[in-house]
C-alpha cells in the first residue's frame, strides 16, 4: 500500500510537472489581431467570377493578420502601402473593373494603437507578391520572411525582384510548421499567383481558422468554386481550392476569406483579438 501510494504521488507530481509545457507545447499561438489594411470597392466582380454579376460592383476589404505566438509576434499580409492612406482618394486601379482602394488607417499606427514596435515582428509571411499584400513588407525589414521559392522567382514588371535581395528571406517549397508546434502552418495553395500560400492557425478557444490569402476572394465564390479570370494557373487554382476544402473538413476549421466584407464585418477587429 505504502509503496503503491508513494509511485502514485510520484506520479502525479510528475505530471504536474510536465504538464505546463505540454500545454505549451500544443498550442504557443495564444492572440491573433486582425488588422484593417485597406477597404474599397471592386468595379466588376464578374473579374473574380467569370460570367457571373457582369458589371456589378462590390465593396472589399483588405485584412492582415497579427498573431501572438509564446515565443514571438508573427504578420500575415501586410496589405496596401500605408502610402496609400496620405491619398485623399485612395489609390484609382489602371482597370476599372478592378478595386479602387483606400487606406483608412495605416498599418503603423494600429501596431503602435497594440504597443507592437515593427522590430518586434519575428516573421512575416506573405499569401503572395500582389501590392494589396505585400504593401508594407520593407516595414519589417529585420523580420524573416516566409515566402514559397515559386513566388520569389516569379519576375516582377520589366523582370524587377518582388522583395529586397537583402531581406532575410526562407524559400519554402510546400507548407511550413512555422513555429514547430503545429500552431501556425503555411499551406501552399498555388494557382492565383505561382507561389501562393494559405494559413492555418490553431487558437487555444477559438480553435482552427484557415487564412485564405486569394485562393478565394469572397464567399459567393467559394461556394461556387469560382475561379479568377486573371488567375495564373487556373487548374491549379482549382486544386487548391479542393484542398482548402480537404483542410477545412479534417481540421474543423473555419475559412477566413481575406476580402470578403461580409464576413468581416460579423469578426472582431484590432484590439479586440481570438485567442
Ligand atoms: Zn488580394
Known amino acids: ?25 500544443k498550442s504557443g499561438v495564444d492572440k491573433l489581431y486582425i488588422l484593417d489594411c485597406g477597404e474599397g470597392i471592386a468595379g466588376d466582380i464578374s473579374r473574380w467570377s467569370p460570367g457571373v454579376n457582369v458589371g456589378k460592383s462590390m465593396p472589399f476589404v483588405d485584412n492582415c493578420y497579427l498573431i501572438h505566438h509564446t515565443t514571438g509576434w508573427m504578420m500575415w499580409d501586410t496589405g496596401l502601402s500605408d502610402a496609400i492612406a496620405a491619398m485623399p482618394d485612395g489609390q484609382a486601379p489602371s482597370d476599372p473593373r478592378m478595386t479602387h ?5 495605416t498599418l503603423a499606427s494600429q501596431l503602435e494603437q497594440l504597443g507592437v514596435k515593427p522590430s518586434d515582428i519575428k516573421f512575416v509571411a506573405i499569401s503572395h507578391t500582389h501590392p494589396d499584400h505585400v504593401g508594407n ?10 515566402v514559397q521559392k515559386a513566388e520569389y522567382d516569379w519576375p516582377g514588371a520589366n523582370n524587377a525582384p518582388r522583395f529586397k535581395p537583402e531581406h532575410p528571406v526562407t524559400k519554402l517549397e510546400g507548407d511550413r510548421d512555422v513555429f514547430g508546434d503545429g500552431s501556425v502552418t503555411i499551406i501552399s495553395t498555388p494557382g492565383h499567383t505561382p507561389g501562393h500560400q494559405s ?44 484542398r482548402i476544402a480537404d483542410v477545412l473538413a479534417k481540421e474543423k476549421a473555419q475559412l477566413w476569406i481575406n476580402h470578403d466584407k461580409a464576413q468581416r464585418d460579423t469578426l472582431k477587429m484590432s484590439p479586440q483579438f481570438y485567442d
Open 199 to 242: 494559413l492555418l492557425v490553431k487558437l487555444p478557444k477559438t480553435g482552427a481558422l484557415l487564412l485564405t490569402g486569394d485562393a478565394v476572394h469572397f464567399k459567393s465564390n467559394w461556394d461556387n468554386r469560382g475561379v479568377p479570370e486573371s488567375n495564373f494557373d487556373k487548374g491549379k487554382s482549382a486544386a487548391s481550392m479542393q
Open 101 to 105: 482602394w483606400k487606406r483608412p488607417k
Open 137 to 146: 513588407v520593407e516595414m519589417f525589414p529585420q523580420a524573416m520572411l516566409f
Open 1 to 25: 500500500m505504502k509503496i503503491v501510494g508513494l509511485i502514485a504521488a510520484a506520479m502525479a507530481t510528475l505530471s504536474l510537472a510536465s504538464a505546463p509545457s505540454l500545454a505549451q507545447k
